[in-house]
């Protein structure tokens, strides 16, 4: 899954106030799928280009881009053609007493999940930024430049860092 996200800096002449654009796109080796793409005016006026780009991005990670990395995670999960993988040992092995079925008294969901083995996940968001310095705050997480941004924009920078630090989470730079 592609998204990107882009903003134009005080775009608004009356008011000054930033636009926020998003595209989220499902892409594989021959095959572009476009899926969304959405347009907002943020809610107040940024003071930087870069401001206005980590506003765009958090909005845009926020609102469909994770929904999109959980949703396509479970389609490949369960329509995937590859095969199960042999020979790969569980980490711990099913006792004979617990039950499989679900609507036995004796189902206990807690003993039976504990149990199964998620597959490996291939599903990635790659998140297309045109702005490298957004994707260098993002990687430190801080910025006294942009130390107001949690009351302006009620963004947290701590927070994009953790997102973007997930493994299957992965933000590059766009020309």
């Known amino acids: 899954i592609v998204l990107f996200s882009d903003a134009d800096f005080a775009g608004d ?3 000054a106030k930033s636009t ?3 595209y989220l796109a499902v892409v594989g080796p021959n095959t572009f ?4 793409a959405s347009c907002k005016k943020q809610t107040c006026v940024s003071h930087s280009s870069t401001e206005s780009e980590i506003v765009a991005a958090e909005q845009a990670i926020r609102t469909e881009g994770l929904q999109a990395l959980a949703f396509w995670e479970l389609v490949t999960e369960l329509l995937g053609t590859s095969p199960p993988a042999k ?3 569980t980490h711990a ?3 004979k007493d617990v039950e499989l079925n679900p609507y036995s008294e004796r189902f206990n969901p807690a003993k039976y999940f504990a149990y199964t083995r998620k597959p490996e996940q291939s599903t990635q968001l790659i998140i297309a930024e045109d702005n490298e310095a957004v994707i ?3 990687k430190k997480a801080r910025s006294m430049a ?3 941004l949690p009351r302006t924009h009620r963004i947290d920078l701590q927070w994009l860092f953790e997102v973007s630090s997930h493994p299957r989470v992965v933000m590059r730079y766009v020309n």
Do not use: D, T
């Not at 799928?33 to 969304?36: G, M, Q, R």
């Open 146 to 148: 942009l130390r107001h």
């Open 87 to 89: 020979n790969v040992e």
């Open 33 to 36: 799928a476009p899926v969304i």
């Open 13 to 15: 002449l009356i008011q």
């Open 20 to 22: 926020s654009g998003l």
């Open 136 to 138: 260098k705050l993002v």
């Open 93 to 95: 092995v099913m006792p």
